[in-house]
């Protein structure tokens, strides 16, 4: 842990932190997948989680909107805030943080609905919207902001599985921007996606940076290389080290990040 | 390297023809195909024996024997007071008004067999013809005076005669049947007198006695299965489908709610008799709510229905795949939001289906309604509308067992008939599943 302290404290500081973790620890009933993880997530910023599989990166995403309350025998501990607020507060509702934390998952999973609703439905329930032309309004925005306004704006009544998997991921993406969260997590966006809709994605993810704090949990070192600005290592539930993505991937400090990084584990 | 590229070839053999190996598979894949073809032969059959079998007995039922004749109603035996009412009128009065004009007929188309008396003449008429009729002349008094022509229900022996059922060997045999009288049926279908007619009747009336079987109908049983249904379908699927959706979606698992889920397959495999006797217990002799009543009957089959759509429900939501609620929850929906805008609707097409098979199942369930007074002879309608629920009822399974157990062979037409017309309905109810899944499946 003595090199983590080094690592916090050369970290460079040129945005304001969104979201700072503090000796988080999560169980999966006894087991122990994330182990006094202390992070600084600044804003306007895209954040890359590499590590190996079960490395606890995906665990440790899900952990900044609450999705692991879903699941019975998940259970956190230590301190999440976002903006100075302590997420795991009794008195935050997962609701309301998740409109501010949006998420974006692994596979693309639109609802079995048009297009249009797709877009509309975060929007609607959180009563972003005070009429139709309203939340046309925000569904074109959404859509553009999500780069796929051009493909789909003369079929959104269309079924909203009926399109490409990289069409469908960027649904998602313009479905999670539409109620105007401040984060955006994504969790292995590409993965499902073939190169051409990966390079659309990653894209994507660069221009969205202006606006949101991006993180995401990449399988490919390249992608992180590519799209992140801020680089967080995982491995075996510990983050080893985490620092400018420039820095990880030609000076590591850590021998594990180094091994990681030239393909030796993982 | 040139021994291994030699050598391999040597060792495989020929594409050409089949190796032992393959041969053997092959074999075994043939075989497996020929014991599915066999088994489902097997069930075609049996289906086809069941429907061939039911349908041969029991078309017949749909078709019944009546006598038509113009019958004077004369106004000094219907209105003996001459007020112009028909209050003093009983069947005693027009039965012997319906055996005259028979007589009447016979004598005038000369087809009396020799030394047949009047009596066994009237004799081909239905015990219940005059019960009808008496009805017939109270519907419309204007006719009074004049002559009417009018259907006469014949004897459930003389139908049998039509139908095949009874023969001259049989009727030298039987004590309610003549030969004169099959000879005098003969002579008077070739006078157009008696005729086969579509027996709506046979859906619309009553239970009758055992000794008038065609008369005997099915409408009581009809409407004590319509109650009933629509109390299981009112109270086990709201029941049935929040239930579902707490354990699924909202309970916490932990062994409580193991033990639960155990106990809803085990309640899904206890025989219906039980349920029978739960509901004498509960909602006869301690609620005390009336014997014999759809409602009684539609909540012993509610209690019994409910595990099945219980299971069907809670595999249909878990058939939702869990991205969907990942996605649902990572937009900011609410769990409630979440399932009923997302999970409820994708589960739709499976809850419909476990619930109409779990309703087919209910209307087709006879045990625990013998236990509740439900096999009582009822000959009066419950009445239309709420009333009607607490009314003494029949159903239609617990109708084809009465009729089989009823002495004279035209009941077993009638059970025919009965199941026939279960059938049916069982049949629409699966159309109407089929149609609300597809209509579901399509706007998804």
Same mark, same amino acid.
Request: charged share 20%; aromatic share 6%; net charge negative.
């Given at each position: 842990?003595?090199?983590m302290h080094?690592?916090?404290?050369a970290?460079?500081?040129?945005?304001?932190? $969104?979201?700072?973790?503090r000796?988080?620890?999560?169980?999966?009933?006894?087991?122990?997948?994330i182990?006094?993880v202390?992070?600084?997530?600044?804003?306007?910023?895209v954040?890359?989680?590499?590590g190996?599989?079960?490395?606890g990166?995906?665990?440790?995403?899900?952990?900044?909107?609450?999705?692991?309350?879903t699941i019975d025998?998940?259970?956190?501990?230590?301190?999440?805030?976002?903006d100075?607020?302590d997420?795991y507060?009794?008195?935050v509702?997962p609701?309301?943080?998740?409109?501010?934390?949006?998420?974006?998952?692994?596979?693309?999973?639109?609802f079995?609905?048009?297009?249009?609703?797709n877009?509309?439905?975060? #929007?609607k329930?959180?009563?972003?919207?005070?009429n139709?032309?309203?939340?046309?309004?925000?569904? /074109?925005?959404?859509?553009?902001?999500?780069?796929?306004?051009?493909?789909?704006?003369?079929?959104l009544?269309? #079924?909203g599985?009926?399109?490409?998997?990289?069409?469908?991921?960027?649904?998602c993406?313009a479905?999670?921007?539409a109620?105007?969260?401040?984060?955006?997590?994504?969790?292995?966006?590409?993965?499902?996606?073939?190169p051409?809709a990966t390079?659309?994605v990653e894209?994507?993810?660069?221009?969205?940076r202006?606006?949101?704090?991006?993180?995401?949990?990449?399988?490919?070192?390249?992608?992180?290389?590519?799209?992140?600005q801020?680089?967080?290592?995982?491995?075996?539930?510990?983050?080893?080290?985490?620092?400018d993505?420039?820095?990880?991937?030609n000076?590591?400090?850590?021998?594990?990040?180094?091994?990681?990084?030239?393909? $030796?584990?993982? | 390297?040139?021994?291994?590229?030699a050598?391999?070839?040597?060792?495989k053999?020929?594409?050409? /023809?089949?190796?032992?190996?393959?041969k053997r598979?092959?074999?075994?894949?043939?075989?497996?195909k020929?014991?599915?073809?066999g088994?489902i032969?097997?069930?075609?059959?049996?289906?086809?024996?069941l429907?061939?079998?039911?349908?041969?007995?029991?078309?017949?039922?749909?078709?019944?024997?009546?006598?038509?004749?113009?019958? #004077?109603?004369?106004a000094?035996?219907?209105?003996?007071?001459?007020?112009?009412?028909?209050?003093?009128?009983?069947?005693?009065?027009?039965?012997?008004?319906?055996?005259?004009?028979?007589?009447?007929?016979?004598?005038?188309?000369?087809?009396?067999p020799?030394?047949?008396?009047?009596?066994?003449?009237?004799?081909?008429i239905?015990?219940?013809?005059?019960?009808?009729?008496?009805?017939?002349?109270?519907n419309?008094?204007?006719?009074?005076?004049?002559n009417?022509?009018?259907?006469?229900?014949?004897?459930?022996?003389?139908?049998?005669?039509? $139908?095949?059922?009874?023969? &001259?060997e049989?009727?030298a045999?039987d004590s309610?049947?003549?030969?004169?009288?099959?000879?005098l049926t003969?002579?008077?279908i070739?006078?157009?007198?008696? /005729?086969?007619?579509?027996?709506?009747?046979?859906?619309?009336?009553?239970?009758?006695?055992e000794?008038?079987?065609?008369?005997?109908?099915?409408g009581?049983?009809?409407?004590?299965s319509?109650?009933?249904m629509i109390?299981v379908?009112?109270?086990?699927?709201?029941?049935?489908?929040?239930?579902s959706i707490?354990?699924?979606?909202f309970?916490?698992?932990?062994?409580?709610?193991?033990?639960?889920?155990?106990?809803?397959?085990?309640?899904?495999?206890v025989?219906?008799?039980?349920?029978?006797i739960?509901?004498?217990?509960?909602?006869?002799?301690f609620?005390?709510l009336?014997?014999?009543? #759809?409602?009684v009957?539609?909540?012993?089959?509610?209690?019994?229905?409910?595990?099945?759509?219980?299971?069907?429900?809670?595999?249909?939501?878990?058939?939702?795949p869990?991205?969907?609620?990942?996605?649902?929850?990572?937009?900011?929906?609410?769990?409630?939001?979440?399932?009923?805008?997302?999970?409820?609707?994708?589960?739709?097409?499976g809850?419909?289906?476990?619930?109409?098979?779990?309703?087919?199942?209910?209307?087709?369930?006879?045990?625990?309604?013998?236990?509740?007074?439900?096999?009582?002879?009822?000959?009066?309608?419950?009445?239309?509308?709420?009333e009607g629920?607490t009314?003494p009822?029949?159903?239609?399974?617990?109708?084809?067992?009465?009729?089989?157990?009823?002495?004279d062979?035209?009941?077993? /037409?009638r059970a025919?008939?009965?199941i026939?017309?279960?059938?049916?309905?069982?049949?629409? &109810?699966?159309?109407?599943?089929?149609?609300?899944?597809?209509?579901f499946?399509?706007?998804?």
């Open positions: 842990m003595e090199d080094v690592m916090t404290s970290m460079s500081t040129q945005n304001d932190t $969104k979201i700072s973790a000796n988080v620890q999560v169980y999966y009933a006894d087991n122990h997948a182990k006094d202390d992070v600084d997530i600044q804003d306007k910023t954040t890359a989680f590499i190996p599989s079960g490395c990166k995906s665990t440790f995403l899900r952990c900044i909107n609450r999705m692991n309350d025998v998940a259970r956190v501990e230590g301190d999440i805030l976002l100075g607020e997420i507060d009794r008195k509702d609701v309301q943080l998740r409109a501010k934390v949006g998420m974006v998952f692994q596979k693309p999973n639109p079995p609905k048009s297009i249009y609703d877009v509309a439905y975060g #929007p329930i959180h009563g972003l919207a005070k139709k032309a309203d939340l046309d309004d925000i569904v /074109e925005k959404a859509l553009r902001r999500g780069a796929i306004w051009d493909e789909v704006k003369d079929r009544d269309a #079924p599985t009926g399109l490409s998997g990289g069409q469908q991921q960027r649904l993406i479905r999670a921007i109620t105007e969260p401040e984060v955006l997590l994504m969790d292995e966006p590409c993965s499902a996606l073939d051409i390079a659309q894209e994507l993810i660069d221009e969205l202006r606006n949101y704090s991006v993180v995401i949990v990449t399988h490919s070192m390249q992608q992180a290389a590519r799209v992140s801020k680089t967080a290592f995982f491995h075996l539930g510990y983050l080893v080290e985490y620092d993505t420039d820095t990880i991937f000076r590591p400090q850590d021998n594990r990040t180094e091994s990681y990084i030239s393909g $030796k584990i993982g | 390297m040139t021994d291994a590229t050598g391999a070839p040597a060792g053999g020929s594409l050409l /023809e089949e190796d032992k190996r393959t598979r092959n074999a075994a894949e043939a075989r497996f020929a014991y599915g073809l088994a032969g097997i069930a075609v059959t049996a289906l086809l024996l429907l061939g079998s039911i349908l041969l007995n029991g078309l017949s039922s749909f078709q019944q024997a009546f006598i038509t004749i113009e019958i #004077p109603l004369p000094d035996a219907l209105d003996q007071d001459g007020d112009g009412a028909l209050d003093r009128v009983t069947t005693f009065t027009v039965k012997p008004i319906l055996e005259q004009a028979l007589i009447a007929r016979v004598d005038e188309l000369n087809i009396r020799v030394d047949m008396s009047d009596s066994d003449i009237g004799g081909i239905s015990g219940e013809a005059p019960a009808t009729f008496l009805d017939f002349v109270r419309n008094e204007d006719l009074i005076g004049e009417a022509e009018f259907n006469i229900l014949a004897n459930g022996r003389i139908d049998g005669f039509l $139908k095949g059922r009874v023969s &001259m049989s009727a045999r309610n049947v003549t030969q004169d009288q099959l000879i003969n002579q008077l070739e006078n157009d007198v008696i /005729e086969q007619r579509f027996n709506w009747d046979f859906i619309t009336n009553p239970d009758a006695s000794n008038r079987p065609e008369a005997a109908g099915l009581v049983a009809i409407l004590g319509l109650y009933m109390v379908l009112v109270l086990a699927l709201p029941v049935g489908v929040a239930a707490y354990l699924e979606e309970a916490p698992k932990n062994r409580f709610t193991d033990i639960i889920e155990v106990n809803i397959a085990n309640l899904a495999a025989p219906s008799i039980v349920y029978g739960l509901g004498l217990a509960i909602f006869i002799n609620a005390g009336p014997q014999s009543s #759809p409602l009957g539609g909540l012993v089959l509610t209690l019994m229905t409910l595990p099945t759509i219980i299971i069907a429900t809670r595999a249909a939501l878990k058939s939702v869990p991205s969907i609620r990942d996605a649902a929850l990572g937009v900011g929906a609410s769990k409630m939001q979440t399932v009923f805008h997302h999970v409820l609707p994708l589960a739709a097409p809850i419909l289906t476990g619930t109409i098979i779990g309703l087919a199942q209910a209307l087709g369930e006879t045990a625990p309604l013998l236990l509740i007074g439900m096999v009582a002879f009822v000959r009066d309608y419950p009445e239309l509308g709420l629920f009314d009822a029949t159903a239609l399974p617990v109708q084809v067992y009465n009729f089989t157990q009823r002495a062979p035209a009941f077993v /037409e025919s008939g009965a026939i017309t279960l059938l049916v309905f069982l049949v629409f &109810m699966n159309a109407v599943a089929i149609f609300l899944r597809r209509r499946e399509r706007r998804w």
